[in-house]
């Protein structure tokens, strides 16, 4: 009994660290992307406080996927803030130099894996102005939201990350 509990531990030990280094090395071979914010909605009673994120190119991007696409990826061109805007969804056509590809899912909308931003309990204000979120984006189009920025491309908080402030 007590060696199945110490092998099963272990698992999940492995499970947790593997899923860390794989999120580590996905934040060492992206590239920063910055998608403008639609209407969101922020509070949550079971779960805290926390914002469900809307991007304006999914919003876009749900009239153009066929209801029968479960999964794909969207093309975004990066204009010179390197904030990205729907170009098409993927039809194997080789990227432009400004244009990277993200993943979706579908189900009732089109979702890219990044929807929900928590915070500190009683910080909402502080978010208020969020007009961007900064993503990493790796080359195989899945992505990592790592903060939220005012419509200047400057962080929310004090606190965030410099890697996804662009550079002035």
């Known amino acids: 009994m007590k060696s199945a509990f110490l ?12 899923m860390i280094l794989d999120r580590e090395q996905l934040l060492d071979s992206a590239q920063t992307v910055y998608l403008e914010l639609a209407p ?3 509070r ?5 406080d926390y ?6 190119v999914t919003g876009e991007a749900g009239s153009r996927v066929g209801r029968q696409a479960r999964s794909g990826w969207l ?7 390197r904030v990205g ?15 990277i590809r993200i993943r979706f899912t579908r189900n009732q909308r089109v979702e890219i894996g990044a929807e929900s931003f928590f915070f500190q309990e009683g910080t909402a204000d502080r978010y208020q102005s969020a007009s961007y979120a ?10 990592v939201l790592t903060g939220l920025l005012d419509s200047k491309l400057q962080p929310t908080t004090p ?8 550079p002035q």
């Open 7 to 18: 092998v099963s531990t272990a698992g999940v030990l492995i499970v947790f660290n593997w």
């Open 51 to 56: 914002m469900v994120l809307n991007y304006v």
């Open 44 to 48: 949550s009673l079971l779960q805290g």
């Open 85 to 99: 805007h729907l170009a098409r969804i993927d039809n194997g056509q080789p990227l432009a130099a400004d244009e």
């Open 159 to 166: 606190d965030m990350d410099a890697d996804a402030v662009p």
């Open 40 to 42: 969101r909605d922020p």
């Open 134 to 143: 900064a993503l990493q984006v790796a080359p195989d189009g899945d992505c």
């Open 75 to 81: 093309v975004l061109r990066l204009d010179a803030r």
